[in-house]
């Protein structure tokens, strides 16, 4: 079966990395948010590699037909041409996407990078006129809590939040946002704004690592106070939250889908649904396999092509030497 499979396995590897783009969201809405989180990051970026590697598979023929390449490896052009996957213009178009994806996934990782450079660089800044774990209360009247990622990571938290809300609902407040410190929710973020630059059938992934993210906090800060004080929390602080700019990787209470984190939050605590999770696991395993077998049927054209060139060019060894014979003797 894995046979008939190889041909096809590139395609299989597409069809797996969009299917999981699709279905993961799904799953993380109805799973525990630690899981889906890990899911959704890890698998994105599986996705998103093996899509680049099966688009530089899919051209590697047609790239291997150029003359100064074919005859430095001693490839067969004739052979790399019958056995590619894609034509000359499809294999062409290929080499253009892969192209563009790398340079879009570079230009994301670079931006990805320098905001949190810039973040640790704040963090850093605070740390020289504060203790470290200290919060950071800014001086102003509105109502706002987010994260700093570095090290040390801040908490800020506005005057106005200290003075708007009661003291269980403050330390539900800190909770949420110590869980995205110790938790590191801004990697899990920035991989999969990364992935889906690199692959774009994985474009729902990053709104669903904010959701799974903030929802992971909520469950812990739920864990250390109550779910009632944490809706009461967010619910308040969301009705007197006004739109600030924040550091790019800061991580807001009160920015990602409120109305469907309350909603979680006044039922019972998520169960893991491991067979949920594991369909999701399924499809990137699927995408990985089909990887792997793509870059054996890849491996395999080379192979002939390698032993036709070698024997062509023994065909004309044989020939010149024949010719040198011959002449000699007349």
């Known amino acids: 079966m894995l046979s008939w499979l190889t041909p096809h396995a590139a395609w299989m590897a597409l069809l797996f990395g969009g299917a999981f783009g699709v279905v993961a969201p799904w799953v993380a809405r109805r799973t ?42 001693h490839w067969s052009p004739r052979v790399l041409r019958h056995d590619s996957p894609l034509g000359r213009t499809l294999s062409g178009l290929a080499i253009a996407v892969l192209v563009f994806l790398c340079l879009r996934a570079c230009r994301s990782g670079w931006r990805q990078w320098r905001a949190l450079r810039r973040a640790a660089a704040e963090s850093r800044e605070t740390a020289q006129r504060l203790p470290a774990g200290s919060l950071l209360v800014l001086p102003v009247p509105y109502v706002d809590a987010y994260t700093i990622p570095g090290r040390p990571g801040r908490v800020v938290v506005t005057r106005g939040l200290v003075c708007a809300l009661d003291a269980g609902q403050r330390r539900a407040v800190l909770a949420h946002e110590q869980s995205h410190l110790v938790h590191r929710h801004h990697l899990h973020v920035m991989a999969g704004v990364v992935a889906a630059a690199a692959n774009p059938l994985l474009a729902r992934i990053p709104a669903a690592l904010f959701l799974t993210t903030e929802r992971w906090a909520d469950e812990d800060a739920a864990r250390d106070c109550d779910r009632a004080t944490v809706v009461g929390a967010l619910s308040r602080v969301t009705s007197m939250t006004t739109v600030v700019r924040r550091p790019l990787l800061a991580m807001s209470l009160a920015s990602t889908a409120v109305a469907e984190r309350v909603r979680a939050l006044q039922a019972a605590p998520p169960r893991p649904r491991l067979l949920l999770v594991a369909a999701g696991v399924a499809l990137v395993l699927g995408t990985v396999l089909a990887a792997v077998l793509a870059t054996d049927h890849t491996y395999r054209i080379f192979e002939l092509a390698s032993l036709a060139g070698a024997r062509a060019a023994h065909v004309v060894h044989r020939v010149g030497c024949f010719s040198r014979v011959a002449g000699c003797a007349s």
């Open 32 to 73: 525990r948010p630690s899981i889906a989180t890990w899911m959704l990051s890890a698998g994105s970026l599986v996705s998103a590699a093996a899509a680049l590697m099966v688009l530089a598979l899919l051209a590697a023929p047609f790239a291997g037909q150029a003359d100064g390449v074919a005859d430095s490896f």
